[in-house]
């Protein structure tokens, strides 16, 4: 794993370079995936508790981008 909240993970259209919806998202989709850093403050104990991969039920820790 590369990235995880609460840092943000993008998915662009490979071509257009337009975001795709995980709704939108699609097999074969050709698509370009990029994550950028958080402000600091959600990776505190309370912006974690908030927006960490626990709070979406995933039992790991946070993996943050590194610039």
Known sequence: M?????????????????????????YG???AVIAAPADPRW??????EVAGPRY???DIDPV???Q
Do not use: K
């Open 43 to 48: 990776h505190s104990p309370a912006g974690l």
């Open 56 to 58: 979406f039920g995933y």
């Open 2 to 26: 590369l990235a995880s909240v609460p840092d943000l993970i993008c998915v662009l259209d490979y071509d257009a370079g337009e975001a795709v919806t995980t709704e939108s998202l699609r």
């Open 64 to 66: 943050r981008v590194t």
């Open 29 to 31: 989709q050709r698509v």
